[in-house]
Nanobody
Framework: QVQLVESGGGLVQPGGSLSLSCVAS????????MSWYRQAPGKERELVAG???????NYADSVKGRFTISRDNPKNTVYLQMNSLKPDDTAVYYC?????????WGQGTQVTVSS
């Protein structure tokens, strides 16, 4: 079965950095696009960044130039490097895989940006 397991969240001061990881299993990782979403309290879940199997990336306007998505296909892992973090980046971050027309989600990892 498909499993996505995130790690790397935590508390960071404004202007700081965090790196999230998502380890995937149960499918041929390199074939499918992967994404990071986030959901802040009282708000809808939103796309943060996506990456195709071949490494093509896209970003939400709010994180362009600050966040970087990448993947290591042999390790079945997708990463999100977050720099210059702002309080507005506070949210639960979810790893997403769209596999054979179905959406799969990790359990989420909390990122809190606060002084």
């Amino acid at each position: 079965q498909v499993q996505l397991v995130e790690s790397g969240g935590g508390l960071v001061q404004p202007g700081g950095s965090l790196s999230l990881s998502c380890v995937a299993s149960g499918f041929t990782f390199s074939r499918y696009p992967m994404s990071w979403y986030r959901q802040a309290p009282g708000k809808e879940r939103e796309l943060v960044a996506g990456i195709s199997g071949g490494g093509r990336t896209n970003y939400a306007d709010s994180v362009k130039g600050r966040f970087t998505i990448s993947r290591d296909n042999p390790k079945n892992t997708v990463y999100l490097q977050m720099n210059s973090l702002k309080p507005d980046d506070t949210a639960v971050y979810y790893c997403n895989g769209r596999i054979s027309y179905s959406n799969y989600w990790g359990q989420g990892t909390q990122v809190t940006v606060s002084s």
